[in-house]
């Protein structure tokens, strides 16, 4: 009976030394980024939804504002960007912002739970890493001195 007791014991022991860390993303996270869904935003990254769509799906946006050549449309913690192409409305969406002020996230979290990214930069003021896959990319970025992620942004492959 010692004997099973021990076993039993020293069984569940290395069952926890063997399992990996909890993620810091959602379960899906990654594959939802790799069909155009970014975890926490309502709104999917499709070539169908317009700037109409979003307005009837979300109501009216918190905040409009112009950011890196585009219109953004702030909801909560999203914000869906639209390329400044002259067309008013804009005609498409072209990438979804997840910001927060503090997500808890890493550079080394990102890396560990990702892997190598396809394209890295870090300076003096800020660190980001991109992922790219078929049609989309995912880039994480970060304040160096706020060392953990504040922005998550998902967007088309140029």
Same mark, same amino acid.
């Given at each position: 009976?010692?004997?099973?007791?021990?076993?039993?014991? !020293?069984?569940?022991?290395?069952?926890?030394?063997?399992? @990996?860390?909890?993620? *810091?993303?959602?379960?899906?996270?990654?594959?939802?980024?790799?069909?155009?869904?970014? =975890?926490?935003?309502?709104?999917?990254? +499709?070539? +169908?939804?317009?700037?109409? *769509?979003?307005?009837?799906?979300?109501?009216?946006?918190?905040?409009? !504002? %112009?950011?890196?050549?585009? #219109?953004?449309? #702030?909801?909560? #913690?999203? *914000? %869906? !960007?639209?390329?400044?192409?002259?067309? &008013?409305?804009?005609?498409?969406? +072209? @990438?979804?912002?997840?910001?927060?002020?503090?997500?808890?996230?890493?550079?080394?979290? *990102?890396?560990? &739970?990702?892997?190598?990214?396809?394209?890295?930069?870090?300076?003096? @003021?800020?660190?980001?890493?991109? %992922? &790219?896959? =078929?049609?989309? @990319?995912?880039? !994480?970025? +970060?304040?160096?001195?706020?060392?953990?992620?504040?922005?998550? /942004?998902?967007?088309?492959? /140029?």
């Amino acid at each position: 009976m010692k004997k099973l007791l021990f076993l039993l014991i !020293f069984l569940v022991i290395l069952t926890g030394c063997n399992q @990996s860390e909890d993620s *810091v993303f959602g379960e899906n996270f990654l594959d939802n980024a790799k069909k155009g869904i970014l =975890d926490g935003c309502e709104i999917q990254l +499709s070539e +169908s939804i317009t700037q109409e *769509v979003i307005i009837d799906e979300l109501g009216t946006q918190e905040d409009i !504002f %112009y950011w890196e050549g585009g #219109k953004g449309l #702030k909801y909560n #913690k999203c *914000v %869906y !960007f639209f390329p400044d192409d002259g067309s &008013e409305p804009p005609l498409h969406i +072209s @990438s979804i912002e997840y910001n927060e002020d503090q997500l808890n996230i890493t550079l080394d979290d *990102v890396i560990r &739970e990702f892997g190598k990214p396809n394209y890295s930069k870090e300076n003096d @003021s800020i660190w980001l890493v991109i %992922y &790219e896959f =078929d049609l989309y @990319s995912l880039k !994480f970025e +970060s304040i160096v001195q706020e060392p953990t992620t504040y922005r998550i /942004k998902l967007m088309y492959n /140029k």
